[in-house]
Every structure is written in structure tokens, then in C-alpha cells.
DNA sequence: ATCCGATGTCAAT
DNA sequence: TTGACCTCGGATC
């Protein structure tokens, strides 16, 4: 479930329950000789930024990057089943990565330059949303490619981008160019209200009250990753606020929803 | 038992 | 634009 919002609430559950030494291991073994570097220190913090996770440890950090499988979990100490890259573990909370795309050690230089090259993180209160404007102002792209580039926007990823452009009633294909100021100013303000509720939530929930199914007189509807959305996975059913059929399209490679007749040009 | 897709990214065409 | 990679669970045979 790797959207920037879950790696900003992997940091703060990380930073609020591993106080001490850490017991820092790879069961699956592709970590281990790393492992073994920082393992018995104390965790001098953890910070996400984008979709990547900076577990510090001194002047060495685990970078990790869950990919599109990979996932963390903070538990309570129990017998981990599966393939476990990595185990981060203290007497009262364990934390299990698998399937990341990335967890490898880097130091304060290599930390620096993953960092360099993201734009601004909408969960970050240091972000400048004018660097992402810039760019957005000077691509033919459309804005729904934009969206999914880190390093125009670093931490949304494919149902933040199908849900905030509902929301802001934007066609996905607009040319970042084409894109009006004031609706780049929505999006952005949008995004960092979503993506904040993700994190206090730890779920992607973008229906307004007055459009929920409850609301419309449906039945409830929780899509599979864990909250309520208007389109995304939800092609040929009808949208929830004018009913037509919602589509679906390859947009870089990612499957794109959207309503064509609330966000028509 | 096997296949396929998934909230992502990179390298090779 | 496609394929590869990481792992798991639900759908399908």
C-alpha cells in the first residue's frame, strides 16, 4: 500500500516506539552484511520524504523503498512468517519489511542526493509547491503524467493522482501548461489534505459526506485497498456523483480512472 | 496447483 | 513502450 502517506506514518510509528538499541537483522539474508552494521545501535530517527523511508542509525541510515509490493509492519513482537528482508526489533515493538524495491544503508552524502532529486513532498511542511509549479507550467505532459513524476511532486502516487484530479473536476490530459494557476493551487491544497488524513488515518478515503454511498442512498462501498474513493478501480461502474460510467486507461504505464463528464475540459 | 495483479521504479528496446 | 523485479493473496483451473 505504498503511497508517500503510509512511509510518513511508517516514520512517525517508527520514531515514537523504537527508543533504544535495535536488534537489526535479514532473515531472508539479502540485507544481512548491512544489517550487521548498524545492528545493537540506537535509531536516531526516521524520516520519510516521498515515497522513501530513512531509518537513521548515527551517520548511516536504512533507506527504504517498498516499491509496488513491498510492506512494513510494526508489531508487537511475534514469529514473523514469510520472506522478511528486514527486522528492526527492540523488547517491545518489531518492525517487518518485505518485498521493498530498496533497503539498503547509505550515509548523510547518499541520503542528500535520493533527497536532490524529488520534488516537493506535500507531507513535508518545508515543501515549496512552486518547484513543482514551475515544471508542471513548462510540460507538454499531461497533468495526469505529472502527477506520477517524483520528482515534479514527490509521495502521490496512482490513486492520489486519479482522486485529486476528480476532486478538482481536472481532465487527466490537460498539458501541465494548459493547467490554470488556481487549479494547480487546488490540487496542491488538495493533496496535502488527503494525503495528511492517510496519515492519521493510514487509508485513502476522498469522498466528500455529501457523496458517500450512504448519503446517495447505496449501500456502502470500501474499495480493496482500504478506503473510499470516487474512481479509482471503479471502471464501467457509474460515478458517484452524475452516474456516468466511469474509464479507464494506461497513463505511463499505471492504470488511470476518471469520470469523463465531471471532469470534461 | 497455478496465475495474475497490485498504491512503483528502472533499464532496455 | 515493454519487461524485470520484489512478495503475497485472491481468482481461476
Not at 492517510?198 to 454511498?213: K, L, M, N, Q
Not at 470500501?222 to 457509474?238: F, I, K, L, N
Amino acid at each position: 500500500m505504498p503511497e508517500g502517506h503510509v512511509l510518513h506514518r511508517l516514520a512517525g510509528e517508527l520514531n515514537a516506539r523504537f527508543t533504544g538499541p535495535v536488534v537489526v537483522s535479514s532473515p531472508q539474508g539479502r540485507f544481512r552484511a548491512e544489517a550487521a552494521l548498524v545492528d545493537g545501535r540506537e535509531m536516531t530517527g526516521a524520516e520519510a520524504w516521498g515515497k522513501h523511508l530513512f531509518v537513521g542509525f548515527g551517520d548511516l541510515a536504512v533507506h527504504i523503498h517498498l516499491g509496488l509490493i513491498g510492506k512494513m509492519s510494526i508489531t508487537r513482537p511475534a514469529d514473523p512468517v514469510g520472506e522478511v528482508r528486514l527486522r528492526l526489533a527492540t523488547d517491545e515493538w518489531v518492525a517487518v519489511l518485505r518485498g521493498p524495491q530498496t533497503c539498503r544503508l547509505v550515509d548523510d552524502d547518499g541520503r542528500q542526493a535520493l533527497i536532490a532529486k524529488l520534488g516537493p513532498d506535500p507531507l513535508r511542511s518545508d515543501a515549496d509547491p512552486a518547484r513543482a509549479w514551475r515544471r508542471i507550467q513548462a510540460s507538454d505532459k499531461p497533468i495526469a503524467a505529472l502527477l506520477m513524476d517524483q520528482q515534479v511532486i514527490a509521495g502521490a502516487g496512482n490513486i492520489y493522482r486519479a482522486e485529486v484530479l476528480f476532486r478538482s473536476h481536472v481532465d487527466p490530459r490537460t498539458p501541465g501548461r494548459r493547467l490554470p494557476p488556481a487549479t494547480w493551487t487546488a490540487i496542491w491544497t488538495d493533496l496535502v489534505r488527503l494525503m495528511r488524513d492517510g496519515v492519521r488515518t493510514g487509508r485513502i478515503d476522498t469522498v466528500r459526506p455529501e457523496h458517500t454511498p450512504t448519503a446517495m442512498g447505496r449501500p456502502p462501498r470500501v474499495d480493496d485497498h482500504g478506503g473510499e474513493v470516487y474512481v479509482y478501480r471503479r471502471a464501467g461502474q457509474p460515478c458517484l456523483v452524475c452516474g456516468t460510467e466511469v474509464q479507464c486507461a494506461s497513463v505511463v504505464g499505471r492504470n488511470l480512472y476518471w469520470c469523463p463528464r465531471c471532469q470534461a475540459a
